[in-house]
Nanobody, 128 residues
Framework: QAQLVESGGGSVQAGGALTLSCTASGSPYAHYCMSWFRQAQGKEREVVATITKYDRTTYASSVKGRFAISKDRAENILSLQMNSLEPEDTAMYYC??????????????????????WGQGTQVTVAS
């Protein structure tokens, strides 16, 4: 079992920056993929950024070049650095982990159904 707790959300002006953190309980090697998802009001939840146990990162096209995902194994913390924020980035942001740390290779982990553990979410609001 893993528990994920997000922090760092808030309200900023467009062009500003925020860093989200997700503190995970349990082993830092328990997951193949860890991701940040977001869900804007009235929209479906979407993947924003993913990091694998091999430190391979992928990003949604809408955030590429502005957001950076990273993982501190020593502290078991997943982070999302968000720069040049836009009003369209306003959403509830969720940390997710798949619990598949023993898996040698996964082709993809971009779907909600790939993840077993979820945080409670942290709100990000970007004012224009």
């Amino acid at each position: 079992q893993a528990q994920l707790v997000e922090s760092g959300g808030g309200s900023v002006q467009a062009g500003g920056a925020l860093t989200l953190s997700c503190t995970a309980s349990g082993s830092p090697y328990a997951h193949y993929c860890m991701s940040w998802f977001r869900q804007a009001q009235g929209k479906e939840r979407e993947v924003v950024a993913t990091i694998t146990k091999y430190d391979r990162t992928t990003y949604a096209s809408s955030v590429k070049g502005r957001f950076a995902i990273s993982k501190d194994r020593a502290e078991n913390i997943l982070s999302l650095q968000m720069n040049s924020l836009e009003p369209e980035d306003t959403a509830m942001y969720y940390c997710a982990a798949d619990g598949k740390g023993l898996t040698q290779w996964l082709d993809s982990c971009a779907q909600e159904s790939d993840y077993k553990y979820w945080g409670q979410g942290t709100q990000v609001t970007v004012a224009s």
